[in-house]
């Protein structure tokens, strides 16, 4: 009858209530493992469970499918073999998940409405500073490659515009592209068929990704720009685009 070191044992009724079995459980359930069977005032005696708990550490075993009662006078409990006494907590654990999952679910459901009806409710604005030519380029790169559904780009400076052309071509045929920058830089350019363009008037650099973003630069000279979630000013900036005086249709 190999005895277990309390050590270990304090390590396997450890890993044990990993798996949902109570300590009193596992005590009860690593005592039975080394006998063939056991009475409740035995168990008591080999674990050091009272009286008043053991009933609730077998009652538990037998429930999850660790164990086998064997009525008499009094009862006597068999522990059934490791594998399967484990595999069956694993299929209550899995079973238990499947149920919060569900539950968790059917609130994600019953919560909506309440979040979505909610009145007066308004999306906390961010602004963050960007300093550096090449931060402030790489920035922009990175709106127009998280893009889903639009993009509206106003670049005046040529070598922002340099930065983020090649950024431009990768972009996929199903987002929709609004671009306003100098003749000169159309002249030298060729963009893609599916790209609006028009003739940017004015000395502006903004970059906008789903309207949900928005980089605009407030002096590429001393290399500060401004990334913000604001709706308004990314409204504004599409209404810049759709003004002639600012942003022409090209020839």
């Known amino acids: 009858m190999e005895k277990i070191d309390p050590s270990v044992k304090e390590n396997l009724i450890s890993e044990f209530k990993t798996l949902g079995l109570s300590a009193l459980a596992s005590k009860a359930y690593l005592a039975l493992l080394s006998k063939s069977s056991a009475s409740a005032s035995l168990l008591c005696k080999e674990t050091g469970i009272p009286d008043s708990k053991i009933y609730y550490a077998v009652s538990e075993l037998s ?9 008499g006078t ?10 399967e006494a484990i595999g069956n907590l694993k299929q209550q654990l899995s079973e238990n998940l499947s149920k919060q999952l569900s539950r968790a679910d059917d609130l994600a459901v019953s919560l909506s409405p309440i979040f979505e009806s909610a009145e ?7 602004a963050y500073v960007v300093r550096g030519q090449r931060n402030i380029s790489r920035k922009m790169k990175d709106l127009i490659n998280s893009a889903k559904k639009d993009i509206l780009l106003l670049i005046s400076e040529e070598d922002l515009w340099d930065w983020l052309s090649s950024s431009l071509a990768k ?6 592209v609004k671009i306003a920058i100098p003749r000169k830089l159309r002249q030298n350019r060729s963009l893609k068929g599916k790209i609006l363009t028009k003739i940017l008037e004015c000395p502006v650099n903004i970059v906008i990704s789903d309207m ?7 002096s590429w000279e001393n290399e500060v720009a401004i990334m913000t979630n604001d709706k308004a000013l990314m409204s504004m900036s599409m209404e810049y685009y759709e003004n ?3 942003c022409r249709k090209s020839d």
Do not use: F, H, W
Request: proline residues 7%; contains cysteine; charged residues 30%.
């Open 244 to 246: 002639p005086k600012c």
């Open 63 to 71: 429930r999850k499918g660790m164990i086998i009662v064997q009525n």
């Open 212 to 218: 949900k973003m928005l980089i605009t630069v407030s």
């Open 120 to 126: 007066g409710k308004e999306e906390i604005e961010l």
């Open 74 to 83: 009094p009862n006597t409990y068999k522990a059934i073999n490791p594998k």
């Open 171 to 176: 972009v996929d045929d199903n987002i929709e």
